[in-house]
């Protein structure tokens, strides 16, 4: 049908080779003088069918970079039943915690520090009063 949203073009043609089709021509012509009269008002459709479009769009993208980003981390993790690398990953796993526990003790020791140098400020600036 004719209308809508869009530019519409219509081409009608006519027989001028036959006299017997002259009811054919008029009929078209009449035809063709109703669809001149339907205005068609244009218009971009970008309403929230299109948004939504896009947001699902930009949420797959993320969902593949997350499951790129786990398939990095998990492809370290020994599968199930691998005796030998479920071993392995036990020993990185604790050398991991041991060395979190020497970072933990470092920083208790300097904010230890702190604390002190921080106090001996507090007490030089008392005595210069």
């Known amino acids: 049908g004719l209308g809508g949203n869009a530019n519409c ?27 001149r009269r339907v205005r068609n008002f244009p218009c971009c459709n970008d309403d929230a069918t ?12 993320h969902l593949k ?8 981390h998990l492809k370290d993790v020994p599968a199930f039943g691998d005796v030998e690398a479920g071993a392995n990953y036990a020993a990185k796993l604790h050398q991991m915690e041991r060395l979190l526990l020497e970072e933990k003790e ?14 001996r400020l507090n007490d030089s600036a008392e005595r210069d009063k």
């Open 65 to 72: 970079d997350q499951r790129e980003s786990l398939s990095d």
């Open 9 to 35: 073009l219509m081409i009608a043609t006519l027989k001028t080779d036959s006299r017997n089709d002259w009811q054919q021509n008029i009929a078209t012509m009449r035809y063709v003088s109703l669809a």
């Open 50 to 61: 299109r948004a939504l479009f896009k947001r699902l769009r930009s949420r797959l993208i």
């Open 106 to 119: 470092r920083s208790a020791d300097v904010l230890e520090e702190c604390h002190a140098l921080q106090s």
